[in-house]
């Protein structure tokens, strides 16, 4: 079986919801319910990847792993490298799990839904994605769509672009994309050597770059939609998500 390390991306310098990885639910930092749900998961080894000491220090009050990474990355995929960098400098890791530090009520299945795809040998980055369902979602460009074919594998699809825009145009259903994302090494160490890509910085939308360069990326079609925090609207509804289970 391959090996896998997830690593949970967090930083402070949220706008929108500030100090978000420390905000409490349910008597505990946000960030120590995703470290939670990644155990859960028993997918591999979990580390925290993080610029903040006092993340560390939650964290590793409950026993977690956590390492301090520079502050000035520009994306979560560049902190997760450093991450792997450091706490695998052998290369013991074939997969690389991209969870972000955002999604507290994660479904540990969700988590091997996405690792899922990485089982066979044509993807190299694989990713989760939900029917939409919400009618208002079909045009929110915060809402990202994945347009994807069918690889032959029933709910999975090879992703062909992702798009803040309603497509594809036509009958049928569109699908929500989420920022999970499960590399090859290899894959994780290509990917943040490149550039930022022509279309990545048209549609703020960092996969684009992988795409654009001509890697494979395969999308797991799963039922459960994850919470995203976002806003202090998204912090409440994951609160009471949490508080019902």
């Known amino acids: 079986m391959q090996r896998t390390l997830i690593v949970i991306p967090a930083r402070m310098q949220s706008t929108r919801l500030p100090d978000k990885p420390l905000v409490d639910i349910a008597g505990e930092p946000m960030i120590v319910h995703v470290w939670r749900r990644a155990m859960a998961a028993e997918r591999g080894r979990v580390v925290v990847a993080t610029d903040t000491e006092?993340?560390?220090?939650?964290?590793?009050?409950?026993?977690?792993?956590?390492?301090?990474?520079?502050?000035?990355?520009?994306?979560?995929?560049?902190?997760?490298?450093?991450?792997?960098?450091?706490?695998?400098?052998?290369?013991?890791?074939?997969?690389?799990?991209?969870?972000?530090?955002?999604?507290?009520?994660?479904?540990?299945?969700?988590?091997?839904?996405?690792?899922?795809?990485?089982?066979?040998?044509?993807?190299?980055?694989?990713?989760?994605?939900?029917?939409?369902?919400?009618?208002?979602?079909?045009?929110?460009?915060?809402?990202?769509?994945?347009?994807?074919?069918p690889t032959g594998v029933p709910g999975r699809l090879r992703a062909l672009y992702f798009t803040r825009a309603t497509a594809p145009a036509g009958e049928g259903p569109l699908y929500h994309h989420f920022g999970m994302y499960a590399y090859r090494r290899s894959a994780l160490e290509r990917f943040v050597s490149l550039r930022p890509s022509t279309l990545e910085k048209r549609e703020q939308l960092e996969q684009l770059r992988a795409l654009e360069d001509g890697m494979r990326i395969d999308v797991s079609l799963v039922d459960r939609v994850p919470v995203e925090v976002n806003t202090p609207a998204d912090l409440e509804r994951a609160r009471r998500l949490i508080a019902g289970q």
């Open 54 to 149: 006092a993340i560390v220090a939650a964290v590793r009050k409950v026993g977690g792993e956590a390492v301090l990474t520079r502050a000035d990355h520009v994306s979560g995929s560049d902190r997760v490298f450093e991450a792997v960098s450091r706490v695998d400098a052998e290369g013991d890791f074939e997969i690389i799990l991209n969870l972000q530090g955002d999604l507290p009520a994660v479904q540990p299945e969700t988590i091997g839904a996405c690792l899922a795809p990485l089982q066979d040998k044509g993807p190299q980055i694989a990713t989760i994605a939900a029917l939409i369902t919400n009618a208002e979602d079909r045009t929110n460009p915060n809402s990202v769509k994945v347009i994807g074919t």
